[in-house]
Antibody, heavy 119, light 108 residues
């Protein structure tokens, strides 16, 4: 069964760092593109970052230079290292696999982990 | 930059048909995907590539994209369909995807 389970969320002060992780079962993280998508309180879904099967990475403008996505094939996990956190990074962070050929979609998704940035 | 526009809310009575729209420039030339998101749960893909339905999604869910806007259609709406619905596009050659702002479906 394919399953994605996020962990590592919590309360952190502005300017500090936090690392969230996505544990994957049912497939190897190196065989699909893996993404982080977030939802701020009362807001919609916002894509954050992707690590492609080939290893390439991309970031949303709002997090580029502060967040780093990585994967560990031995643990079958995908991590998001978040530095210089801001209040507006407060959100539920979801891990999601993307698939497709000419167009890409997200399926499945994890349950999410809440990151709260506050002093 | 490209923008996907959804109505903030749609209301429908049980048993009726709900139509949730997703507008964008030349959206008929893109593949649109749709997600259902209930509070406290993981988002679930209900339609991909405009009109394809993943396994396990009821036939009541369908999609069309023959022009502006793309549309998610939910037939014989049930109380359990109450959720936020998002459209999304991500074309090959683009380095990032885009979500619509979301539509809250209320079943009266």
């Amino acid at each position: 069964e394919v399953q994605l389970v996020e962990s590592g969320g919590g309360l952190v002060q502005p300017g500090k760092s936090l690392r969230v992780s996505c544990a994957v079962s049912g497939f190897a993280v190196t065989t699909y593109s893996m993404n982080w998508v977030r939802q701020a309180p009362g807001k919609g879904l916002e894509w954050v970052s992707v690590v492609h099967a080939g290893g390439g990475t991309h970031y949303a403008d709002s997090v580029r230079g502060r967040f780093t996505i990585s994967r560990d094939s031995s643990k079958n996990t995908v991590d998001l290292q978040m530095n210089s956190l801001r209040v507006d990074d407060t959100a539920v962070y979801y891990c999601a696999r993307s698939s497709g050929w000419d167009s890409f979609w997200f399926d499945p998704w994890g349950q999410g982990t809440l990151v709260t940035v506050s002093s | 930059s490209y923008v996907l526009t959804q109505p903030p809310s749609v209301s429908v009575a049980p048993g009726k048909t709900a139509r949730i729209t997703c507008g964008g420039n030349n959206i008929g030339t893109k593949s649109v995907h749709w997600y259902q998101h209930k509070p406290g749960q993981a988002p679930v893909m209900v339609i991909y590539s405009n009109s394809d339905r993943p396994s396990g999604i009821p036939e009541r869910f369908s999609g069309s994209n023959s022009g502006n806007p793309a549309t998610l259609i939910i037939s014989r709406v049930e109380v359990g369909d109450e959720a936020d619905y998002y459209c999304q596009v991500w074309e090959r050659g683009s380095d990032h995807p885009l979500f619509g702002g979301g539509t809250k479906l209320t079943v009266l």
